[in-house]
C-alpha cells in the first residue's frame, strides 16, 4: 500500500505558528497554505516553493528565489498601480527562514482573497444551466446571460487595467481569477450562483514586464483557450472580455488586432496536430 501523502515541512518560522497553517492547494511547484498575517485576526494565503532535491543545489536555489522574487515583484508593482491582485504581506527568498535550516525553498505570503474561483463559479453556473436552463423563460434566460456578459466583461476590465501597467500574467486560466465576495451579495438567479465581486487576479508565477502587443495578445489567447476548455457554455460570451479590455484604457487596438493573428497562428498549429 502506498503511503499517506504527507506535504513538505514548512519552512520555519511556520513551523511554530498557531494555527498551524493549512494546507489548501497544491500544485507542480507551489504549495497554498492558508495561515494568519502577524495580526493573528487577519488571514493570509502563504505560497511556498519548496526546493526540488533532484535539481543541482546551487541551480535550484537560483530558479526557486527568482520565480518568488518575480512573483512578488508584480504583485507589489500592481497593487502601487492599483490593479486588483493581493498585496504582499512578508517573504524569504533566501530559503532559511533566520535558522540554520537545510530548507532551500521560497516563500511568499500575501493577502488573502475571500471569495470563489471563477473557475468553480462558471463550473456551477454551468452545471445548473445544464440541468435547468429548460425550466426558465426568455427573459430569465435573457437575464443569466447578461449576467455572463458582465462578468466577462469585467474580467476584460481588469486584464485591460494588468497591461496597462506593464505586466503580462503569462498563465490567464480561470483557476487564476477570483471574485472577491461583497460584504452584501443582492445576487437575486434561480441557479444561486453569485457572480458579484471584484475581479482579482493571482497567480504571478509565470509574470512578467512587457508592454508588447505580442504578450499581451497572448494572454487574451491563452484566455480564451482556456475558456473554451473548460467552459463551453460560456465561451459564447468571452467577446465580452475584449469589451471590457477595449473600454479599459486607450491604445487596446493594437493588441486587439495582434490577437487576429495569434488566433490564426493557433489555428494553423492545431490544423496541422
Ligand atoms: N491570495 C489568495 N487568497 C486566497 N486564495 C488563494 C490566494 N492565492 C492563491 N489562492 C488559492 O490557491 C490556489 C493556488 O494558488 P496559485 O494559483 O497561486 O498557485 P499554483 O497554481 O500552484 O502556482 P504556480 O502556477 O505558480 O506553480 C488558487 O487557485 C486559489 O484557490
Ligand atoms: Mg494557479
Known sequence: MADEYKPPALPPPFTNTTPAPTLLAQGAE????????LDPSIPAALKVRPSKPYRHPILDRRLTRQ??????????????????????????WEGQGGEESAWGGAWLMMEWIEGPLVRVVLEQWE??????AASLDQNQLQKEEDRVRGLMKRIG???G?????GVVHG??????????SPAQDTTDSPTGVSMEGEVVLIDFGLAGQSTQDEDRAVDLYVLERAIGSTHPRSEPFFEEVLNGYRASHKGTGSTLKRLEDVRLRGRKRSMIG
Do not use: F
Open 30 to 37: 507551489a504549495h497554498l497554505y492558508k495561515t494568519v498575517s
Open 67 to 92: 520565480r518568488i522574487i518575480q512573483e512578488a515583484r508584480c504583485l507589489v508593482k500592481l497593487v502601487r498601480e492599483g490593479v486588483s491582485v493581493p498585496a504582499v504581506l512578508a517573504m524569504d
Open 127 to 132: 452545471a445548473w444551466m445544464k440541468k435547468n
Open 157 to 159: 476590465h481588469t486584464l
Open 161 to 165: 487595467g494588468l497591461h496597462k501597467a
Open 171 to 180: 498563465d490567464l486560466t480561470t483557476s487564476n481569477l477570483m471574485l472577491r
